[in-house]
């Protein structure tokens, strides 16, 4: 297998200069979750990020932005990202970056760091909870739903996050709360880093970026609301003394049309930050737009599938 992987490497070599792979995570779990079945566990991830170490070059997200603008990035060169803020990523996450000295940037949602959990865990938790077998969703148009797998369950999420993605955030998390107030379920612990953690997550050598405050669909939002978030957002981290300026900038979901539009990066424009990144996936090349950087993530468990994904993304340069 060690072979395949120096091959992947070497042809990566001849085509990978100067175009950045980033890559996103959200959650690095300790251990399998049946409802979140794409999140790498602890193993998982130490496996990926031992291959990216032997057979890339790891880099910051700064300093790779700043090489790739001279036209010196080196080949293969790769950097990790996290958005929202998870306390995973100090806990699971960084000390298996710092261990093989791969640096990282995590985006961090601002309005979760008083101990408020993502409307998207609030629900999964919920349904995902065995001792409920009963839920209605009468309030958001999708009725009483009766399950009793897993399979069910997990249906039952796919359709109700899909039901709340793009109500206007406001009334989503109105809606969330209803409904777990009606069921009688609280998640019992925060799953996002507060002020002190990301302190701690700062000494483990790992930058922080911007990426709104309450993590809302930018795209469904009035210009003065975007601005809002993203203000927000900024002044909260920027009182940080570790915290680096400019920030940069994830948009929440982040595929153009869909979750940011012109307005979003008109209003970062304004408010001077120089880089943003993206959910389209793709590598970023000198002449990429620095306000939509593409990110990365393969999917595959299989390592070498793993590699082969990111080296077939390196061929899909955006402009």
């Not at 910051?60 to 001279?70: P, Q």
């Not at 994904?309 to 955006?318: K, Y």
Request: aromatic share 10%.
């Amino acid at each position: 297998m060690g072979g395949l992987h120096r091959l992947f490497q070497g042809v990566g070599s001849l085509f990978s200069s100067n175009r950045l792979s980033i890559l996103i995570y959200h959650q690095v779990l300790e251990r399998e979750d049946p409802f979140r079945s794409d999140l790498p566990t602890a193993f998982l991830f130490k496996q990926q990020m031992a291959l990216i170490k032997q057979y890339f070059t790891p880099l910051g997200l700064d300093e790779a932005l700043e090489l790739l603008a001279k036209k010196k990035l080196p080949a293969n060169s790769i950097v990790v990202t996290f958005d929202d803020g998870y306390v995973n990523n100090l806990q699971i996450a960084a000390p298996i970056l710092k261990s093989l000295n791969i640096p990282a940037t995590v985006f961090v949602a601002t309005a979760f760091t008083d101990g408020e959990n993502m409307w998207n865990d609030n629900i999964i938790d919920l349904i995902a909870f065995d001792g409920i077998c009963e839920f209605d969703f009468s309030s958001i148009g999708l009725g009483v739903h009766q399950v009793s797998n897993q399979q069910q369950r997990l249906s039952l999420i796919n359709s109700t996050l899909e039901a709340l993605k793009y109500v206007p955030y406001q009334e989503r998390a109105s809606r969330v709360k209803e409904i777990m107030m009606a069921h009688q379920f609280e998640n019992a612990s925060s799953k996002m880093m507060n002020w002190a953690q990301l302190e701690q997550l700062n000494e483990y050598g790992v930058s922080i970026g911007a990426h709104t405050d309450e993590h809302p669909i930018l795209a469904v939002l009035e210009s003065e609301q975007q601005q809002q978030q993203i203000e927000r957002n900024i002044e909260k981290l920027s009182q940080l003394p570790y915290v680096r300026s400019p920030l940069l900038f994830a948009y929440p979901n982040g595929r153009f049309g869909e979750d940011y539009n012109d307005q979003t990066m008109s209003l970062l424009s304004k408010l001077a930050i120089p880089f943003a990144v993206t959910t389209h996936a793709g590598v970023s090349s000198p002449t990429t737009d620095p306000l939509q950087l593409p990110r990365y993530t393969p999917w595959h468990k299989s390592l070498w599938k793993f590699h082969m994904q990111l080296l077939l993304n390196t061929f899909n340069v955006h402009r």
